[in-house]
């Protein structure tokens, strides 16, 4: 809207911070911008000004580039400041407005603690709107969750959980701790962990346990089955109320390519089984 009412000169976005050094100090007259002075080159009075260059701007990109050239690089680093464009506009009665942005929103990343800094921002804020949502996060400070996570009321999140990209969780479902999932669904009044990793491409049904030191990758899980303890499911299918012991795994690769195991509904498998893909497994089949 500065923009439009401005007509063909331009609008930039500053903010305010009590830690200023580092930033662009921005100078203005009757809300217009009048100048740009880098932290090299501000006086001392400059210096306490908490005005701060965000670097986003927007003006006529005619205006722009007919007066660019007139940048100068006579300065202490001998380089040409984009900024100086205020000045020079100002001075020919061309003024920039300019709005207050957040200083979360306007942060720069110069340094690894910068990139940190905004993660931490960045992350309480999904984390918050999860929370808002109904979902009990354990100790957020401890949790990493995807941007893009979706998870619904009553789930709980317990500590030290890293929820990555293209998650969906559904209602009433419990991550336990050290838990890693990614790109995966998983379906309502689950439990998974503590210490279990869903790898992408998997679907986990109702009612189902993933525990301790159990892997899911590539696979479907189905409803009311149990992967309790130390068991490495991948590239299978399983039907409902399956029962898998602890220690089975599926050996889904034979050197040269990924084989595919499926378990019909009601099959228990015993503790310590390996299961050499290709294979299906019959219904309500007990092995081990």
Do not use: W
Not at 181 to 198: F, K, L, M
Not at 246 to 263: E, F, L
């Amino acid at each position: 809207n500065n923009f439009n009412k401005n007509q063909s000169r331009g609008s930039m976005i500053a903010f305010e911070t009590d830690n200023p050094f580092g930033y662009g100090r921005v100078i203005t007259k009757d809300n217009y911008v009048t100048s740009i002075v880098e932290e090299l080159h501000a006086s001392k009075i400059q210096k306490k000004i908490k005005l701060c260059n965000s670097g986003i701007m927007i003006c006529d990109s005619k205006l722009l580039f007919n007066y660019i050239n007139k940048i100068s690089n006579k300065n202490i680093k001998k380089e040409r400041y984009l900024p100086d464009i205020f000045q020079i506009l100002h001075d020919i009665k061309k003024s920039f407005s300019h709005i207050l942005g957040s200083e979360e929103e306007m942060l720069g990343v110069n340094t690894i603690k910068d990139l940190i800094k905004i993660d931490q921002i960045f992350q309480k804020r999904i984390k918050d709107k999860i929370i808002d949502g109904g979902v009990i996060i354990q100790q957020p400070d401890t949790v990493r969750i995807s941007f893009d996570t979706k998870i619904k009321k009553g789930s709980i999140i317990e500590p030290f959980v890293t929820i990555k990209s293209g998650v969906s969780i559904q209602e009433n479902v419990v991550i336990k701790s050290n838990s890693v999932v990614e790109s995966c669904s998983i379906n309502s009044n689950t439990s998974i962990g503590p210490s279990a990793r869903i790898r992408p491409h998997s679907t986990i049904g109702q009612n189902v346990k993933i525990g301790n030191y159990v892997e899911i990758k590539n696979s479907k899980i189905g409803n009311n089955c149990s992967i309790s303890h130390l068991s490495y499911i991948g590239d299978s299918e399983l039907g409902k109320y399956i029962n898998i012991g602890a220690g089975t795994i599926t050996c889904n690769y034979d050197g040269k390519k990924k084989n595919k195991t499926i378990i019909h509904d009601g099959v228990f498998v015993g503790s310590n089984c390996s299961l050499v893909a290709p294979i299906t497994i019959g219904k309500n089949s007990k092995i081990g």
